[in-house]
């Protein structure tokens, strides 16, 4: 069974200080692995897409990094309207094609 | 815009009631999906409409009935709620390649069950 677990939490941080939002996850291939942002009463906007380790992908201040392990979110001097949840999700090519979802980290960025 | 509608976007309703929500992707996509997400909880999917396959969640209540009549638009129909069944209502789509796919979601219906 597919397993996705996100860190921190929540995590509140100050405009411009940079940090990073942690997916570890164990899955019988890797398909791919998805990150989301969600705000608050809305449904999820997708961000990238990673297939391999070693990809790497970047969005203005955000950058998704990928091992076989866990993938990070690096968030580079955020700005208050980064504020969101953020959600990570896989896809194994364990039989089923349907993702699985972490519990997502609640980032707070206060100006 | 994602490409993916939901309508309502907010619903209140009694447990006696019956009311349908509806999802319509614009994106050419062959498979959709509800999903349920309740607040501290990762995403729950309910049901996948893929190429004419019906999957779903056996853990799904039977008042929760879903119906796909095209590739492009899902409903889901209510009937008989309990108040834990309030929550935020997704609609996703998605391309099924045989290899690996993105989920693009709608807005969501808000659900409050009274």
């Known amino acids: 069974e597919d397993q996705v677990t996100q860190s921190p939490e929540a995590l509140r941080l100050q405009e411009g200080e940079s940090s990073s939002l942690n997916c570890s996850y164990t899955?019988?291939?890797?398909?791919?692995l998805f990150w989301y942002r969600q705000d608050p009463g809305k449904g999820p906007e997708f961000l990238f897409t990673?297939?391999?380790a070693g990809e790497e992908k970047e969005k203005e201040r955000l950058k998704a990094t990928l091992t076989k392990k866990e993938s990070f979110l690096h968030i580079t001097a955020p700005k208050p309207e980064d504020s969101a949840t953020y959600l990570c999700?896989?896809?194994?090519?364990?039989?089923?094609?349907?993702?699985?979802f972490g519990r997502g980290t609640s980032l707070i960025v206060h100006p | 815009e994602t490409g993916v509608t939901q309508t309502p976007r907010h619903l209140v309703m009694g447990m006696t009631n019956k009311k349908s929500l509806k999802c319509e992707q614009h994106?050419?996509?062959?498979?959709m999906y509800w999903y349920k997400q309740s607040a501290k909880k990762p995403l729950e999917l309910m049901f996948v409409?893929?190429?004419?396959?019906?999957?779903e969640n056996n853990s799904v209540p039977s008042r929760f009935s879903p119906e796909c009549p095209n590739s492009s638009h899902l409903f889901l129909h209510l009937h008989t709620l309990q108040p834990e069944d309030s929550a935020l209502y997704l609609c996703?789509?998605?391309?099924?390649?045989?290899?690996?796919?993105?989920?693009?979601f709608g807005p969501g219906t808000r659900l409050l069950v009274l």
């Open positions: 996703a789509s998605s391309h099924r390649s045989g290899y690996q796919e993105t989920q693009y």
């Open positions: 899955v019988s291939g890797l398909r791919g």
């Open positions: 990673l297939y391999s």
């Open positions: 999700a896989v896809q194994g090519s364990g039989g089923s094609y349907i993702p699985t």
């Open positions: 994106l050419g996509h062959n498979a």
């Open positions: 409409y893929s190429l004419e396959e019906r999957v």
